[in-house]
C-alpha cells in the first residue's frame, strides 16, 4: 500500500498553496503549522512573512483564509490576534485518514525510504573475558532501538559490535592458560553464561596475582603479546577460547535483554589487525599524518591541552604500537570502502567525544569521510543511582549488569503477580522477564541519550507515570476490550461525530509516521518514547470518557473498537521498535 498522507502533510499543503496565491512572492512559504490548546492546529508563518513583504499581518492571513477551500478536510479556518490562524478538521477526515493507516496493516502508513543508504552502527561493545556492567546498558539498548527504527524506515542497516578482543592484557591471560591448561575445560557440553563469566573471573583474577607478584612470569607473559601480534598459531588458538568462552556470557546477556546478537556482527579489534600498517602508511603518504618524538600523530588547530599545547591523535606510538585510532581509522576505512557505507553511526559514551571528534576530522582529511559519506557519534551520559552519583554497589564496586536486570525482572514479577488473574505460575514469569526487561529499557530511551539519567527500579516498574509499564498496561486493556467485544469487530464509520477524546486520540495517531520520520532522521528514540507515552495518556482519557462496548449506537461501538485497535496496533508497533514487548495480559 502507498504511503499515508497525515493531516497535519495535508492541511500544510493547502495553507502552502494559499500562502503562494495571496503572496506570490514568497515562494514556497511554510506557515509553520502546529498542533494547537486553541483549535486542532494554529499556523504562525504568516507573521514572518508579512514583516519580510512589509505586509499587515492581519489583511494578510484574511486573504490566506478567503483562498482556502473548507468542508472536505478543514472545517473551518479563522483569523486570530495579530494574524494567527486557527484551524479545525472535519470529523470525517479524522476517521477516513486514521482508516487507511488501519489497512496499511504492519507499517500504519509510514512510508519506506525511496532512496535508502547504508547505515553502520557501532553498538554494544562488551570487552572479552570481562564482566558486563551497567556501563554497557546504554550502548546496547539506544543502539538496538536505532537499528529498529532504521531497518523500519527501509534503511539498509549492518550491525557492527566492536568488542575490546586484542590487547597486552590477553599475553598475560594466554600465558596463566598455557601454565594451567585445564582452567577452561567444561565439566558438560553446554556451560551457561553465568558459567561462562565465572569461568573467566576465576582465571583472570588469578593471572593477574601472578602477574602482578611473578617477575619471570611478567616477562613471559609479555612475549606471548608479541607472539600474539605476530599470528603464533598456538597463541591465536588460545586466544580464541576466551573469545569464544566470552561470546557465550555475552549471548546469554544480550538473550536477557531480548537483543538478537549474530555472530557475523562481532567484528573486534582484532579484526582489523591487517589493516593497521596500511592505515598508517595512507595518512603518512597524504601528509595527514606526521611523525612527532618517534610517533605517528594527527594535530588539529584548534584541540589544545591545558598547557596550551596542541593535544595529538596518535595512530602509532613511540614504541611501534597501535593504539585505539589506528583501529577505529582502519574500521572506518573497511565500512566505508568494502560495506559501501555511506553513514557510520557510533553508540559511545559522551566521555569519548573527543577521540571520535579525532578520529573523523582525520578520516576527513584523509578522504575516507566527505559530504557522501558521513559519520556520527551518538554521544550517551552517565547511568547514575538515586543519590544522583554514577551507579555503584554499596561496596564503590562497578553494579554488574546481569544483577541489575535480575532484579528488575524480579520485581516485575511482583507487580504481576499483584495484578494477575488468570496467569500460571509460568506465564508470571514469562510476563515478568517482558515487564521487568522493558521497564529498564524505556527508562534508558525515554531520556535524550546524551543526558544522564537516575536508575529508580521503583518508579521503572510503576504503573503510573512516564514508564513502560505504563504503556505496556494500556496496550494489555485493549486486548481485554477487543476479547469482550466477541463477535463485534473493530470498523471505522466516517459518518459519525467525534467526541473531544476521540479527536484528541485520532489526530495523535494520525502522527505516528511523522513521528517515526523525525525519530530516525534524529536517531531520538526518546522522541518516540515520548509519543508512545502521550498516546497511552490519550487512551486512558478516551477510556475514561467514551464507553466503547457500551456505546449508544452499533457503529459507535464499531468505531470505537476501530480506534481501540489502532491504538493497540500502534502501541505495539512503537514499543517493538524500541525492543519493548506488549504481552496480551497483564
Same mark, same amino acid.
Given at each position: ?13 493547502? @495553507? ?33 512573512? =508579512? ?50 493507516? *488501519? ?24 570487552? $572479552? ?192 604500537? *597501535? ?21 557510520? @553511526? ?16 582525520? =578520516? ?8 557522501? $559519506? ?27 549488569? $546481569? ?29 515478568? =522477564? ?57 470498523? =471505522? ?55 466503547? @462496548? ?35 495480559? @497483564?
Amino acid at each position: 500500500m502507498a504511503s499515508v498522507t497525515s493531516l497535519t502533510a495535508s492541511v500544510h499543503q493547502r @495553507l502552502a498553496d494559499a500562502l503562494s496565491a495571496a503572496l506570490p512572492e514568497a515562494g514556497s512559504a511554510d506557515p509553520l503549522l502546529r498542533r494547537s490548546d486553541r483549535a486542532d492546529f494554529q499556523a504562525n508563518g504568516i507573521l514572518a512573512l =508579512a514583516k519580510k513583504a512589509k505586509a499587515n499581518p492581519r489583511e494578510l492571513a484574511t486573504q490566506v483564509v478567503e483562498r482556502i477551500t473548507t468542508g472536505e478536510v478543514i472545517k473551518e479556518i479563522e483569523v486570530s490576534g495579530p494574524g494567527f490562524l486557527n484551524i479545525t478538521i472535519t470529523d470525517r477526515a479524522i476517521t477516513e485518514n486514521l482508516a487507511e493507516r *488501519y489497512a496499511d496493516g504492519e507499517r500504519l502508513g509510514v512510508p519506506l525510504a525511496e532512496h535508502p543508504g547504508t547505515t553502520v552502527i557501532d553498538y554494544a561493545q562488551p570487552n $572479552v573475558a570481562k564482566e558486563m556492567h551497567v556501563g554497557h546498558l546504554r550502548s546496547a539498548v539506544i543502539g538496538d532501538a536505532v537499528v529498529q527504527i532504521l531497518e523500519f524506515t527501509g534503511e539498509n542497516v549492518v550491525r557492527r559490535h566492536h568488542i575490546g578482543d586484542w590487547g597486552t592484557q590477553f599475553g598475560m591471560l594466554i600465558q596463566y592458560l598455557i601454565e594451567h591448561p585445564h582452567e577452561l575445560d567444561h565439566k558438560h557440553a553446554r556451560v551457561s553464561g553465568e558459567e561462562a563469566m565465572s569461568n573467566l573471573s576465576r582465571l583472570y583474577k588469578a593471572a593477574r596475582a601472578i602477574f602482578d607478584s611473578d617477575e619471570e612470569f611478567k616477562t613471559r607473559a609479555r612475549r606471548r603479546v608479541v607472539d600474539l601480534q605476530a599470528g603464533d598459531p598456538e597463541t591465536i588458538a588460545l586466544w580464541q577460547l576466551f573469545v569464544d568462552e566470552s561470546k557465550i556470557y555475552f549471548n546469554s546477556v544480550f538473550d536477557k535483554l531480548d537483543m538478537e546478537i549474530q555472530d557475523a556482527d562481532i567484528v573486534g579489534e582484532s579484526g582489523y589487525n591487517d589493516m593497521l600498517e596500511e592505515t598508517c602508511r595512507l595518512l603518512e603518504e597524504s601528509g595527514v599524518a606526521v611523525h612527532s618524538d618517534g610517533a605517528l600523530c594527527v594535530f588539529f588547530d584548534d584541540i589544545k591541552g591545558p598547557d596550551g599545547n596542541p593535544v595529538p591523535l596518535i595512530v602509532r606510538k613511540s614504541d611501534g604500537g *597501535y593504539g585505539y585510532a589506528a583501529t577505529d581509522l582502519s574500521a572506518i576505512r573497511d565500512r566505508v570502502f568494502n560495506l559501501k557505507a555511506s553513514t557510520l @553511526l557510533y553508540v559511545v559514551d559522551v566521555r569519548q567525544s573527543l577521540h571520535f571528534r579525532m578520529v573523523f576530522e582525520t =578520516a576527513r582529511r584523509a578522504g575516507w569521510l566527505n559530504d557522501d $559519506v558521513t559519520a556520527h557519534q551518538l554521544a550517551f551520559g552517565t547511568v547514575l543511582g538515586k543519590d544522583g552519583k554514577p551507579f555503584k554497589t554499596r561496596e564503590g564496586e562497578t553494579v554488574r549488569l $546481569v544483577d541489575l536486570l535480575d532484579e528488575a525482572i524480579d520485581r516485575a514479577c511482583a507487580v504481576v503477580r499483584e495484578k494477575a488473574q488468570d496467569l500460571s505460575e509460568e506465564e508470571i514469569a514469562e510476563r515478568g =522477564a517482558q515487564v521487568g526487561i522493558g521497564a529498564v529499557k524505556y527508562a534508558d530511551l525515554s531520556t535524550s541519550a546524551n543526558r544522564d539519567y537516575k536508575f529508580d527500579l521503583d518508579q521503572m516498574v510503576s504503573l503510573n507515570g512516564d514508564t513502560s509499564v505504563y504503556l505496556q498496561y494500556a496496550y494489555a486493556r485493549i486486548q481485554s476490550i477487543l476479547r469482550k467485544a466477541g463477535e463485534v469487530r473493530p470498523a =471505522a464509520h466516517p459518518e459519525l461525530e467525534l467526541a473531544s477524546a476521540e479527536r484528541e486520540l485520532g489526530l495523535h495517531l494520525d502522527r505516528f509516521a511523522e513521528t517515526i520520520a523525525e525519530v530516525a532522521t534524529e536517531y531520538a528514540p526518546h522522541k518516540l518514547a515520548a509519543y508512545l507515552y502521550q498516546l497511552a495518556s490519550l487512551y486512558t482519557t478516551f477510556y475514561a470518557e467514551c464507553p466503547v @462496548l457500551k456505546a449508544d449506537t452499533p457503529a459507535q461501538i464499531e468505531n470505537r473498537l476501530f480506534l481501540c485497535d489502532l491504538t493497540a496496533h500502534t502501541l505495539h508497533r512503537g514499543m517493538a521498535l524500541l525492543g519493548i514487548r506488549t504481552p496480551e495480559r @497483564l
